[in-house]
């Protein structure tokens, strides 16, 4: 995960529910407009939301949520307690669900799950060239 830190922020979520996702999205949107790195809201945002989803889905909803400014963009870690395995399940036309870790993939520069003794960290990074900054 390359770059070095600028600034960053923690958030342990214990019980995550779906009904605080909303909130939670428009947390990230208010810290990447205080590092003026607005032009990453959306996919930063909408990146989170699916991470947390599965979270609430597939595992127990103890989850850490850290954003991590860097001077050549942004890195975002979500770390469950877990053992279960990502899936990357392929979605067919008609699934309604199954398409959040392609379109994670699909809105940010990188990705990875590294597995840990006590669960997995799935991460995203975004370049600050990935979106126009305002």
């Known amino acids: 995960m390359p770059g070095s830190a600028v ?3 923690t958030t342990a979520l214990p019980g995550l ?5 909303g909130a939670l999205r428009r947390i990230v949107a208010a810290y990447l407009d205080l ?3 607005t032009g990453l809201a959306e996919a930063a945002a909408a990146s989170v939301t699916e991470l947390l989803t599965n979270v609430v889905r597939h595992a127990s909803g103890e989850c850490e949520l850290l954003m991590r400014e860097l001077e050549d963009g942004l890195l975002v870690v979500v770390t469950d307690f877990s053992p279960e395995p990502v899936n990357f399940p392929p979605a067919t036309q008609d699934a309604e669900r ?3 870790m392609a ?4 809105l940010t520069d990188e990705m990875g799950v590294e ?3 006590v669960g997995k960290q799935v991460w995203f990074r975004l370049a600050r060239s990935s979106g126009p900054l305002t």
């Open 115 to 117: 597995y840990t003794p």
């Open 35 to 37: 590092w003026q790195m």
């Open 103 to 106: 379109l994670v993939h699909a």
């Open 98 to 100: 199954g398409r959040g």
């Open 17 to 21: 529910r779906a009904s605080q996702i």
């Open 7 to 9: 600034r960053q922020v």
